[in-house]
Nanobody
Framework: VQLQASGGGLVQAGGSLRLSCSAS?????????TGWFRQAPGKEREFVSR???????NYGDSVKGRFTISRDNGKNTMYLQMDSLKPEDTAVYYC???????????????WGQGTLVTVSS
């Protein structure tokens, strides 16, 4: 199984970006939780959002109300719509998957390669 993240880039504060994460190898979105983590320079990797196999969505406190996670099981693709971006959202964003994906990195079974999001002030 491989996860491929894309959609990062440079955006001004207050702007929007949409990240995508596609899975190859086998169809597992119907059975796995998928989500996003991020890591800023000098900081630990942190939970951003997840969507469970049955569609339950959770968000980290710092992104609630601004980010929206969604998934197209038929396309094996997950999305993260990021609105009202702030400079503190600057980080490498990683897509992730796990049968029991939670907010901790230890629950991740598969990682994508990461995509850089830079928000300028």
């Amino acid at each position: 199984v491989q996860l491929q993240a894309s959609g990062g880039g440079l955006v001004q504060a207050g702007g929007s970006l949409r990240l995508s994460c596609s899975a190859s190898g086998r169809t597992f979105f119907n059975y796995y939780g998928t989500g996003w983590f991020r890591q800023a320079p000098g900081k630990e990797r942190e939970f951003v959002s997840r969507i469970t196999w049955n569609g339950v969505r959770n968000y980290g406190d710092s992104v609630k109300g601004r980010f929206t996670i969604s998934r197209d099981n038929g396309k094996n693709t997950m999305y993260l719509q990021m609105d009202s971006l702030k400079p503190e959202d600057t980080a490498v964003y990683y897509c992730a998957a796990g049968r029991s994906l939670r907010v901790d990195v230890q629950s991740v079974e598969y990682w994508g390669q990461g995509t850089l999001v830079t928000v300028s002030s």
